[in-house]
């Protein structure tokens, strides 16, 4: 049974920094590309950063260059957002993916795999 579980998401202020994780169970994750994904209230679920398995590619939404990055553990099975100089704009409810394929792929529907989400609030 596979299964992602994500954590680390809370309460920030603007500029701060938080780093999401998704732990992966039930595959092995470096067969799969990644994406992180955030949807905020109100607004549909947009891609943020993406890693292709196919040729190592990353991709980051020009709201989160410079800020953002993507990585992963494949001892560890997980997969991490690091964020940093986090906006009020920045919040909303991000979630990772996983999708068989080697594309580098930007629309949320074509993952197979998606973690239960956690909240980031930037507020001060």
């Known amino acids: 049974q596979v299964q992602l579980v994500e954590s680390g998401g809370g309460l920030v202020q603007p500029g701060g920094s938080l780093r999401l994780s998704c732990a992966a169970s039930?595959?092995?994750?470096?067969?799969?590309?990644i994406g992180w994904f955030r949807q905020a209230p109100g607004k549909e679920r947009e891609a943020v950063s993406c890693?292709?398995?196919?040729?190592?590619?990353?991709y980051y939404a020009d709201s989160v260059k410079g800020r953002f990055t993507i990585s992963r553990d494949n001892v560890k099975n997980t997969v991490y957002l690091q964020m940093n100089s986090l906006k009020p704009e920045d919040t909303g409810v991000y979630y990772c993916?996983?999708?068989?394929?080697?594309?580098?792929?930007?629309?949320?529907?074509?993952?197979?795999?998606w973690g239960q989400g956690t909240q980031v609030t930037v507020s001060s």
């Open positions: 039930g595959l092995t994750l470096e067969t799969y590309s």
């Open positions: 993916a996983l999708r068989v394929g080697v594309r580098l792929e930007l629309e949320w529907n074509e993952y197979d795999y």
């Open positions: 890693f292709s398995n196919g040729d190592s590619s990353t």
